[in-house]
């Protein structure tokens, strides 16, 4: 009985330390802005064929709009 209540208690701290580092490791969204960043460049100096072009376009323009997103989540994420 002791043993089972010392393993149950163990697996409790356990269980609470692992969700405290969890928690204290925040998303890295500075490097998804920066890859995103990189990404919009290449697209924007990127060769294609005539008829890919709008498709290239697109994903610039859906590249601009993750970074705007991005953006807004950092805001929203900035210590008061």
């Known amino acids: 009985m002791r043993r089972t209540a010392l393993a149950v208690a163990a697996a409790?701290?356990?269980g609470i330390l692992s969700h405290a580092?969890?928690?204290a490791?925040?998303?890295k969204l500075d490097?998804?802005?920066i890859h995103l960043r990189y990404a919009l460049n290449a697209l924007k100096r990127a060769e294609v064929p005539?008829?890919?072009t709008a498709n290239r376009d697109q994903a610039v323009q859906l590249?601009?709009?993750a970074i705007e997103e991005v953006n807004?989540?950092?805001q929203?994420?900035?210590p008061k």
Request: charged residues 25%.
């Open 76 to 78: 929203a994420s900035a």
């Open 63 to 65: 590249t601009e709009k």
């Open 25 to 27: 490791t925040p998303p």
């Open 50 to 52: 005539e008829k890919a």
């Open 21 to 23: 580092a969890v928690a």
């Open 12 to 14: 409790f701290v356990l």
């Open 31 to 33: 490097d998804a802005l």
């Open 72 to 74: 807004k989540g950092l």
